[in-house]
C-alpha cells in the first residue's frame, strides 16, 4: 500500500513514472554500496518504495515486477531481522530499521517500532 504521504507526492502518471525512475537510480547505488555496509538494508528499503510506486502506477509489468521486487524486499529483511528483533510486520516501519537515522532524518525509537 502506498503511504498517504507518497499518494500527495504522486498525484499523477508523469508523477509516478518519475518517482519509478528516481528509485530504480536509488536501488542501482544501494546494491553497488551494498559491500561498503555490509548488509543489504538500504536495497531492501528501496526496493519497498519502488514496489509503493509500481503499485500506484498499476500498470500491466508494473504489478508483477512490483510482486516480486516485494518478495525480495521481505527476503532481505527477515534475514536481517529475524536475529535482532525476531519477527517483525511487513510495514514501514520495519524497513526503517534497516536503513541509518541519518539517511530517514527522523529518530528511531526501536520500542515503539515493534
Known amino acids: 500500500m ?10 499523477d502518471g508523469s508523477c509516478l513514472t518519475m518517482h519509478s525512475e528516481r528509485l530504480r ?15 543489504g538494508g538500504e536495497v531492501a528499503r528501496v526496493k519497498r518504495k519502488l514496489v509503493d510506486a509500481l503499485k500506484a502506477r498499476n500498470q500491466g509489468m508494473d504489478v508483477t515486477e512490483a510482486q516480486r521486487l516485494h518478495d525480495e524486499a521481505e527476503t532481505e ?18 524497513y ?19
Open 25 to 39: 537510480k536509488a536501488l542501482e547505488l544501494a546494491e553497488l554500496n551494498r559491500h561498503v555496509k555490509g548488509d
Open 96 to 114: 526503517n530499521l534497516l536503513v541509518a537515522v541519518y539517511y530517514r532524518g527522523t529518530e528511531l525509537n526501536v520500542s515503539n517500532t515493534i
Open 77 to 94: 529483511r527477515k534475514l536481517l531481522q529475524k536475529p535482532h528483533f525476531g519477527e517483525l510486520p511487513d510495514d514501514e516501519r520495519s
Open 2 to 11: 502506498v503511504s498517504s504521504f507518497n499518494m500527495r507526492l504522486l498525484d
